[in-house]
């Protein structure tokens, strides 16, 4: 994998990357920091069109909310576009709030807040820790069509006069050379809409998406082409009978969770595949299941202590790496694995299981088996069995 | 007994038939797979036959002293067919798991035979784990007897030619299965396959047998190359196993109570070194402007304070006197009064007077128009008549009429 495609890879596993020199190819750098921009001035947008999913949104209409608060507070000059705008106090934006939704008791602001902390963890807004906050990084995102929609909703929401001075924004914007022209520019209008529609919905679906809507992953030769595009940002195409979603190359093997999400992600597989597994219940080869794992169950029966747990669970909810099923008539409610395991390699899923039994039963037979065949297939890199 | 299924139908009358020739061994291996055999000569392939036999026993042991009658036999299976009950009986008796209490001639009372039930435990444990357990106990006790100080060089060597041939075949076993289906494979390696615990245990019996009877070098050459044979097929069917598993389907080849104790006893450290080397995508949600615009329109809005409409300042004697009005005999009274003998009358006849008169007027005709049971009808037409000048100034054209003979 290219440096290019690593450049890529990093800024997906970790959110927003630094960006020092010139700006790579499939980048727009905002300040300091990178954003992958989309060919073409496409966006996730066209998910919508096609009747796709987009990965489910934690608290999504509250956090879209207080957003347009942030947006209408911070967009002073509604002729130009809202990025960079201006510095805005965050008591007028929750002043904005209240009155949008009317009321004013404590929870409204608290829940308020959690939605400020996630839109500035995502790069939407940036709080500056005293008291103010602007526009995020991955506003630059919004496009043309966007800002019309945009500037409409903020005639329409009410605004406190501004509490302090306003100051503007200074923040350079960069955008990188051309990502895809030379792969691009082979097709001509039609097809070249079709590549671009499918590599976004491929990368940004929360499922596999079904190749009957898009050309672009039905005809060989475009889907060729598609896959070069994905190769150059760290990624590859992959099937599930007849329809596709991309993932990271095996090649790109960091580790990018956190210690303690890590550990309760491990416990929501034991729990909601291996154990189904085990007792036959579940049938179909994947990573996905039907069966949840209660969070009581969570919190009584492991060694990791409660407020890590639950600050773990949240983080990974809001990764999509778990998800929450709602109780039904069982009352079985709880987590199961989330979309992004649509996402894992044919490769990492074996990986995974093999870890999971290297975990669980380090001196069975199969561990012993799985331990030799690592050892004869990478000499260099032994690993396992001391 | 399925093909390749490792239960005593087939592995265990093998080991044991050396032993076979002595009629007391002989008796007692009858007695111990009675549980199990169809008739005298077969195992039984339905599980409701060996159902049978331990609701027998358990019915027996509940029963005492007392033993039972056919009848009360018959009372404890009574969930089972009676055709399938005699006939599990008869086999039963043939093979002495069940007898009469006095071997006397219309007998009527029965007692089981305590081997019997041994035997079914046995057969229930080597069901569920392939024997792997019992071979753990049988080491242990070999282990023991041979250190004794009262056993001969000679029951060590029977000792270690029985499990030197328990190890081939058990390496047999796994061999046939490692080359046929994955899936056969899957289901029934963890049943055969060594554990390092056994493969130890079966070396260290080597080794006490051989440093105290070096005489019986050859027959523990042959145990040693039994063990290492069996431990060779274990890593066969394991690496197989390894290799094409596909990505979740050996999960299955840890048992669902190791997965919960993993669960329960590993610390942060171990749990997270699973994770160890995969990368996942950084929560980066998309806020399309569309979803944002929708979010703003769906949000819970503040309920405002209504004005009270604008009441009239006309003169108005208020609620009291028209809440009675409600009763039929008012807009009747009103309605007749107007009509007289007529069955319809124009509108603009009757309303007159000041612009009070006539909304009470209109009002009662209106109820009266409503009313199902009075017979009156309000009929409208499209016209109106407009007079700036006049009073009331514009009206509406309609008429008021009697709907059936009905007069006052």
Redesign the interface.
């Known amino acids: 994998m290219g440096s290019m495609g690593e450049a890529h ?1 990093e800024a ?4 927003l990357v630094a960006l020092s020199g010139p700006v790579p190819p499939g980048f727009v750098r905002v300040g300091e920091v990178g954003v992958p921009v989309w060919p073409d001035g496409a ?3 066209l998910l ?1 069109e096609y009747q796709i999913a ?2 489910p ?2 608290r ?6 207080v ?2 608060c942030c ?1 209408r507070m911070c967009w002073a000059d509604l002729d130009a576009e809202p990025w960079p705008g201006v510095w805005a106090a965050v008591d007028d934006v929750l002043a904005c709030y209240r009155t ?4 004013t008791d404590d929870s409204v602001r608290s829940w308020a807040v959690g939605a400020l902390r996630r839109l500035h ?4 807004i940036v709080l500056s820790g005293f008291g103010t906050l602007r526009l995020g990084p991955r506003c630059v995102l ?1 496009t043309a ?3 019309v ?2 500037r ?2 903020m005639r ?2 009410a605004a406190p006069v501004p509490s302090g001075e306003v100051t503007p924004v200074v923040e350079a914007r960069d955008e990188g050379p051309d990502e895809f022209g030379d792969l691009l520019g082979a097709f001509d209008e039609r097809r070249r809409a079709e590549l671009v529609a499918a590599f976004v919905a491929v990368e ?1 679906a929360a499922e596999p998406v079904h190749e009957a809507r898009f050309a672009a992953l039905r005809d060989p030769a475009l889907r060729r082409a598609l896959m070069e595009m994905l190769a150059r940002r760290g990624r590859v195409l992959q099937q599930r009978r007849d329809a596709w979603i991309s993932g ?1 190359t095996d090649a ?6 956190p ?2 999400e ?6 929501v ?3 909601s ?3 189904p ?4 219940l ?1 049938g179909e ?3 996905l299941s039907q069966y949840p794992v209660a969070t009581e169950e969570l919190r009584r ?4 202590p409660i407020g ?1 747990l639950e600050a773990a669970l949240r ?1 990974l909810r ?4 778990i998800a929450q099923q709602k109780t039904n008539e069982e009352g079985a409610g709880g987590y199961v694995p989330g979309p ?1 395991f649509h ?1 894992l390699t ?1 490769a ?10 290297l ?3 380090p ?4 561990a ?3 331990r ?2 690592r050892r004869r297939h990478e000499p260099a890199t032994p690993d396992g069995e001391t | 007994m399925s093909e390749g299924c490792p239960t005593v139908g087939r592995v265990l009358p093998e080991t044991l038939d050396s032993a076979l020739s002595d009629e007391a061994v002989l008796v007692t291996y009858r007695r111990m797979f009675a549980a199990l055999a169809r008739d005298s000569g077969a195992v039984v392939d339905d599980p409701a036959l060996v159902d049978i036999a331990e609701t027998l026993f358990a019915a027996f042991a509940e029963a005492g002293e007392e033993w039972l009658t056919h009848e009360q036999m018959r009372h404890a299976c009574r969930a089972h067919p009676v055709e399938q009950f005699e006939n599990r009986l008869r086999v039963l008796r043939g093979l002495g798991a069940i007898r009469e209490v006095f071997p006397k001639p219309n007998q009527l009372r029965y007692r089981a035979s305590f081997t019997s039930v041994v035997g079914l435990m046995f057969i229930r444990r080597m069901m569920d784990d392939g024997g792997q357990s019992e071979m753990h106990r049988l080491l242990a006790l070999e282990d023991l007897t041979v250190a004794g100080p009262r056993t001969t060089m000679e029951q060590a060597r029977r000792s270690a030619d029985m499990l030197a041939r328990a190890f081939r075949l058990w390496a047999l076993e796994l061999v046939t299965l490692t080359t046929g289906t994955i899936e056969e494979l899957r289901e029934q390696a963890p049943k055969l396959w060594g554990t390092e615990e056994i493969a130890r245990r079966a070396q260290s019996l080597h080794t006490t047998i051989l440093t105290r009877w070096p005489d019986l070098d050859r027959v523990c050459t042959d145990l040693r190359s039994a063990i290492y044979a069996y431990s060779d097929a274990s890593r066969r069917a394991a690496g197989r196993l390894a290799d094409s598993a596909g990505t979740t389907r050996n999960l299955t080849l840890l048992p669902a109570e190791t997965w919960r104790t993993f669960a329960q006893t590993a610390t942060r450290e171990r749990l997270a070194a699973v994770l160890d080397g995969f990368v996942f995508d950084a929560a980066a949600p998309w806020h399309d402007p569309g979803a944002i615009v929708r979010a703003v329109d769906e949000a819970p809005r503040p309920v405002p304070v209504r004005p009270a409409p604008p009441r009239s300042a006309l003169p108005d004697e208020g609620a009291s006197s028209s809440l009675a009005a409600n009763a039929p005999g008012r807009f009747t009274e009103t309605a007749e009064s107007l009509l007289g003998d007529r069955d319809a009358v124009a509108l603009e006849e009757v309303l007159r007077g000041d612009w009070s008169t006539i909304r009470r007027v209109l009002a009662d005709l209106a109820s009266a128009d409503l009313h199902p049971e009075a017979p009156y009808r309000l009929a409208w037409s499209d016209t109106l008549s407009a007079d700036p000048s006049g009073h009331p100034s514009w009206l509406s054209h309609g008429r008021l009429e009697r709907t059936d003979g009905f007069h006052g």
């Open positions: 890879a997906r596993s970790s959110g966006s996730p947008s919508e987009a990965a949104v934690e999504a209409g509250e956090t879209r909310r957003l347009a947006l949008m939704v009317g009321r963890d995502t790069g939407w919004w069509d966007g800002h929609q945009l409409e909703l329409r929401i940004t990271y790109y093997r960091v580790t990018s969770l210690e303690a890590r550990a309760v992600l491990a416990l597989l034991v729990h595949v291996a154990i597994r085990a007792e036959g579940l080869d994947t990573w029966r492991t060694l990791l890590e983080s809001q990764a999509g790496l992004q996402r044919r990492a899923r074996a990986r995974l299981q093999e870890e999971l039994i975990a669980a039963g001196q069975t037979p199969l012993v088996a799985i030799a065949k």
